[in-house]
């Protein structure tokens, strides 16, 4: 279920917490709740996509785009991602969550987030997002000029470019690479 009562939570703590700027980080601590967990008494992996949520909320509302967003009646939305994990989140450890602009195209904005614990990273996302309105995405110069930053710029990162290129040569609709037939090698299934 997704964390409802952390998101209010986090709505009114991030509003009492100081602004930011579009290249800031944004930073805040939670902990592992027992409901987080999978069956190997660890956060399941999902609920770190789900967390990474709240550390995008708490970037926008201190940036002032949450505001913004309802004023124009906008949406957000993620386009993909690409997530590493590397360290054990345990029920009831500490953790705080780190989010902070990476790159900006015409079309999506790239976070770099990560959930630190005793300053070790456990996980680590680079997520492509939009604004979205009814009739699609918003370009990201309009959302700038909306929140007041109407020159803004960010340069790509070549690590964020690596991956743009790689996302963009993976097969859509996903269906075309799984047209071949599927042959059993040893342990594995695999595809010609």
Same mark, same amino acid.
């Given at each position: 279920?997704? @964390?409802?009562? %952390?998101?209010?939570? /986090?709505?009114?703590?991030?509003?009492? %917490? +100081?602004?930011?700027?579009?290249?800031?980080?944004?930073?805040?601590?939670?902990? *592992?709740?027992?409901?987080? &967990?999978?069956?190997?008494?660890?956060?399941?992996?999902?609920?770190? /996509?789900? #967390?990474?949520?709240?550390?995008?909320?708490?970037?926008?509302?201190?940036?002032?785009?949450?505001?913004?967003?309802?004023?124009?009646?906008?949406?957000?939305?993620?386009?993909?991602? !690409?997530?590493?994990?590397?360290?054990?989140?345990?029920?009831?450890?500490?953790? !705080?969550?780190? *989010?902070? #602009? $990476?790159?900006?195209?015409?079309?999506?904005?790239?976070?770099?987030? !990560?959930?630190? %614990?005793?300053?070790?990273? &456990?996980?680590? $996302? #680079?997520?492509?997002?939009?604004? *979205? %309105?009814? !009739?699609?995405?918003?370009? *990201? $110069?309009?959302?700038?000029?909306?929140?007041?930053? +109407?020159?803004?710029?960010?340069?790509?990162?070549?690590?964020?470019?690596?991956?743009?290129?790689?996302? $963009?040569?993976?097969?859509? +609709? @996903?269906?075309?690479?799984?047209?071949? +037939?599927?042959?059993?090698?040893?342990?594995?299934?695999?595809?010609?």
């Amino acid at each position: 279920m997704y @964390p409802f009562v %952390r998101l209010i939570g /986090l709505y009114a703590s991030a509003r009492r %917490r +100081p602004a930011l700027t579009w290249e800031e980080t944004s930073e805040f601590s939670t902990w *592992t709740r027992p409901w987080d &967990c999978d069956m190997f008494g660890e956060m399941n992996n999902g609920r770190h /996509l789900t #967390l990474l949520d709240l550390g995008r909320f708490d970037y926008a509302i201190r940036i002032g785009m949450m505001e913004m967003l309802r004023k124009q009646g906008w949406g957000l939305v993620v386009g993909g991602g !690409s997530v590493r994990y590397r360290r054990r989140l345990l029920p009831f450890d500490r953790f !705080s969550i780190r *989010t902070r #602009l $990476a790159a900006v195209d015409d079309k999506w904005f790239y976070f770099q987030q !990560s959930l630190i %614990r005793k300053g070790e990273a &456990c996980s680590s $996302a #680079l997520m492509r997002t939009a604004v *979205t %309105r009814g !009739s699609g995405t918003v370009p *990201t $110069a309009e959302v700038a000029a909306a929140l007041g930053v +109407p020159d803004f710029s960010l340069p790509t990162p070549d690590w964020v470019r690596a991956w743009i290129e790689a996302d $963009a040569a993976r097969p859509w +609709p @996903p269906d075309s690479d799984l047209k071949a +037939p599927a042959r059993r090698v040893g342990a594995q299934v695999s595809a010609d």
